[in-house]
T-cell receptor
Framework: DVKVTQSSRYLVKRTGEKVFLECVQDMDHENMFWYRQDPGLGLRLIYFSYDVKMKEKGDIPEGYSVSREKKERFSLILESASTNQTSMYLC?????????????FGSGTRLTVV | QQQVKQSPQSLIVQKGGISIINCAYENTAFDYFPWYQQFPGKGPALLIAIRPDVSEKKEGRFTISFNKSAKQFSLHIMDSQPGDSATYFCAASRSSSNTGKLIFGQGTTLQVKP
């Protein structure tokens, strides 16, 4: 069974902390994505990566950065966590032209910044 | 031009009824329109998808209707069941894009009452 695994289901961090959210996929997918999910706003793309060490900004990249050193791993970094970054974070992966083959999502990390 | 607008935000339907969720897009370059289903505590999963060369696609109780001229598409769930209670996201993409980036709607939380 193919999987996208997010390292934590729940995280509580303090304002100003540097936060790392980890995502690993076992499908040899080229594309990986980070979304945040907020009620009424849907899924908003933060960053995506279509190859190792390649990254592109999504719709809401401010306050975030990413790292993809290996094909299977895509990390989201909150440089200095703020309360408005409290949200559900979803990682996804897909093959090239993956929209037509579907995204595989992880189960999400619910981050609370206090 | 990148937006996908989804309505309603929430929907309550009686068991056996028809659930209808609507989406509208602006970018005429979009040519692939999937729907994703998300159960509590899980990531979204691909449910059904359509391309604009057909006006309707049916899979079991789920049907997508597509109106290219109006730039709208909708999901119909026939004979809705309590097990259909979930959050539904419409999405749009350019299938020719190598990055396979999906633009998601705002989501609809469906509750089917027994």
């Amino acid at each position: 069974d193919v999987k996208v695994t997010q390292s934590s289901r729940y995280l509580v961090k303090r304002t100003g902390e540097k936060v790392f959210l980890e995502c690993v996929q076992d499908m040899d997918h080229e594309n990986m994505f980070w979304y945040r999910q907020d009620p009424g706003l849907g899924l908003r793309l933060i960053y995506f990566s279509y190859d190792v060490k390649m990254k592109e900004k999504g719709d809401i990249p401010e306050g975030y950065s990413v790292s993809r050193e290996k094909k299977e791993r895509f990390s989201l970094i909150l440089e200095s966590a703020s309360t408005n970054q409290t949200s559900m974070y979803l990682c996804a992966s897909s093959a090239l032209q993956g929209a037509v083959y579907g995204y595989t999502f992880g189960s999400g990390t619910r981050l609370t910044v206090v | 031009q990148q937006q996908v607008k989804q309505s309603p935000q929430s929907l309550i339907v009686q068991k056996g009824g028809i659930s209808i969720i609507n989406c509208a897009y602006e970018n005429t370059a979009f040519d692939y329109f999937p729907w994703y289903q998300q159960f509590p505590g899980k990531g979204p999963a691909l449910l059904i998808a359509i391309r604009p060369d057909v006006s309707e696609k049916k899979e079991g109780r789920f049907t997508i209707s597509f109106n290219k001229s109006a730039k709208q598409f909708s999901l119909h769930i026939m004979d809705s069941q309590p097990g259909d209670s979930a959050t539904y996201f419409c999405a749009a993409s350019r299938s020719s894009s190598n990055t396979g980036k999906l633009i998601f709607g705002q989501g609809t939380t469906l509750q089917v009452k027994p």
